[in-house]
């Protein structure tokens, strides 16, 4: 019993050696290697639709940055702030008209002068006869509102359809390389197919 302990550690030695350096080098290699893979493959990061609509939702423009088309953001501005310009301008003529049909309606006409704007003089000529025409003058201002609104919400939707747009074709191939191939087709009658093939680009 005391000789096989007092042997047993040169026989794990003698193991240990009998192990070649070469080989247990290239496990480490491999061993390195195939750990690099797997942390390459983990770190690189998709492109995401999900997140370009998110972005674009949030702020306009931000999903386009994202998807690199950096181009289309001032397009996307413009778009969005044109409604924006609109709307600010039909509420400030809708306050004008709705406090000079005030003055009519009262009748309050003594000094219509300092207190409305010049274009509208016209309708103080005959305070009896143009309240009817000042009131659908309102309603006009109050209407182009409404649709000021939905041309913004309208752009800012059509944003983030671009965005996501934009995104999902990242994944495919759509430079100049696409291949459109003629090919003959025998299978109902003499013929001739198109053929065009789409590759999924690898991001």
């Known amino acids: 019993m ?6 047993s550690p040169g026989v794990f030695a003698q193991r240990n050696d009998s192990i070649p350096k ?8 491999r061993g390195a290697v195939i750990d690099s893979i797997f942390v390459r493959k983990d770190t690189v990061r998709k492109h995401s639709p999900r997140k370009a609509a998110i972005r674009s939702a949030i702020i306009p423009g931000w999903g386009q940055v994202y998807n690199k088309k950096y181009w289309k953001v ?4 413009v778009a969005i702030g044109i409604p924006i310009y609109t709307f600010l301008e039909n509420k400030k003529w809708y306050d004008r008209t709705r406090k000079a049909a005030l003055m009519l309606a009262i009748p309050d006409t003594a ?3 300092n207190r409305v704007d010049p274009k509208l003089y016209v309708f103080f000529s005959n305070p009896t006869g143009s309240i009817g025409s000042l009131l659908n003058y309102r309603n006009e201002f109050r209407r182009d ?5 939905l041309f913004f919400l309208l752009f800012w939707g059509l ?3 671009d965005a996501t747009v934009d995104a999902h074709l990242r994944g495919f191939d759509i430079s100049e390389d696409l291949s459109l191939k003629i090919k003959p087709n025998f299978e109902r009658g003499a013929g001739i197919s198109l053929v065009l093939n ?4 690898k991001n």
Do not use: E
């Not at 070469?22 to 290699?29: E, G, M, Q, R």
């Open 159 to 161: 944003n983030v359809v």
């Open 2 to 7: 005391i000789l096989l302990v007092s042997t």
């Open 111 to 113: 000094n219509y002068r």
């Open 22 to 29: 070469k080989d247990s080098a290239s496990l480490i290699l």
């Open 145 to 149: 509102m409404d649709y000021s609104i």
């Open 198 to 201: 789409f590759r999924s680009s």
């Open 74 to 77: 001032p397009l996307v501005y």
